[in-house]
């Protein structure tokens, strides 16, 4: 059979005397890193502890009053509370809350694949790759669930009331004025040192950033398909000993058989040949669909 130069489908500026074969060209991607939020950032909170000074105080505990030489004065006590330390309030944090929560991460994009079929019976060439029933497959994208964290509160804080401390002062209070000569009696001071509240408790806020990791991420730039011719000899081998390899029943698995053989008669005679020439075939009995059976037989021969 012979075909003319620049017949569509066929390589271009072909060398003369030399044979092509076309090949399946495979996807081609590149690898991009995307950043995954783990935890998001939030508002620490600190407590500031309230500021205080000391205040004295002079507390006339006896007022000054008259003594008269025959009818002296009358007292009687009363009570007075004195406050020597404020009431404040006391802040304790409640802590932040989170929830736990997925994200879907592509990790590599859908690709698509040329997939052989059977040979047109009608083709009038004698390779066995010329007239192959092509279709498209289309492989879809992968993704991956990251676990990650999302902020439902932030930190807060819940007040307390401290109560104060006090002193309960007893005072003398006349009652009654002295009559006739009149001595004057000096009044009678306490000092008391007292603990006010200069600044309440408060909180200080700290801004703690959010975590992430890095996941890697496969993007088809290129896709593949039978769209490659290269270089063969011109001479077709003569067919050689199909050896009996089989697989486990519905799997791509070998059997213990198979791979005896494999490593007794294949291995040895690439070992000895290095340039011998090895056909893979697989296929499938007729239990089971079309459909699954040709994905078999592909993971089969791949």
């Known amino acids: 059979v012979f075909l003319s130069k620049g017949q569509d489908g066929l390589p271009e500026n072909p060398e003369p005397g030399k044979c092509y074969a076309k090949c399946v060209a495979p996807d081609e991607y590149r690898e991009e890193k995307v950043q995954v939020m783990l935890k998001p950032a939030f508002t620490k909170l600190e407590v500031v502890p309230a500021e205080y000074k000391q205040v004295t105080e002079t507390v006339i505990v006896k007022p000054e ?3 008269y030489i025959l009818e002296p004065a009358e007292y009687r006590t009363v009570y007075d509370t004195i406050w020597i330390k404020d009431p404040y309030n006391k802040l304790t944090v409640l802590d932040e ?3 736990n929560d997925v994200e879907v991460v592509e990790i590599k994009s859908k690709t698509g694949r040329w997939v052989a079929g059977q040979k047109d019976p009608d083709c009038p060439s004698i390779d066995p790759e010329d007239c192959r029933v092509l279709h498209y497959v289309e492989v879809p994208a992968v993704t991956r669930d990251v676990s990650v964290k999302k902020k439902v509160k932030d930190q807060t804080t819940k007040a307390r009331r401290i109560a104060g401390k006090y002193e309960v002062v007893a005072r003398e209070e006349v009652v009654k004025e002295p009559n006739y000569r009149t001595e004057v009696i000096p ?5 008391i040192v007292r603990t006010v509240l200069v600044k309440d408790e408060t909180t200080k806020s700290t801004e703690v950033p959010a975590e992430y990791t890095e996941v ?8 593949g398909g039978l769209t490659v011719w290269r270089e063969v000899p011109c001479t077709i081998p003569a067919r050689g000993v199909v050896l009996p390899i089989t697989y486990e029943v519905g799997s791509a698995e070998l059997t213990k058989s198979s791979l005896s053989i494999i ?4 291995l040895v005679r690439l070992q000895e040949e290095p340039n011998a020439i090895v056909e893979i075939g697989s296929h499938t009995d007729a239990r089971g669909s079309s459909e699954a059976n040709q994905r078999l037989s592909e993971r089969r021969a791949k």
């Open 65 to 67: 009053s008259k003594k």
């Open 263 to 266: 490593d007794r008669k294949l």
């Open 187 to 191: 009044a009678v001071t306490k000092e």
């Open 97 to 99: 809350e989170f929830a």
């Open 216 to 223: 890697t991420r496969r993007i088809l730039t290129k896709p």
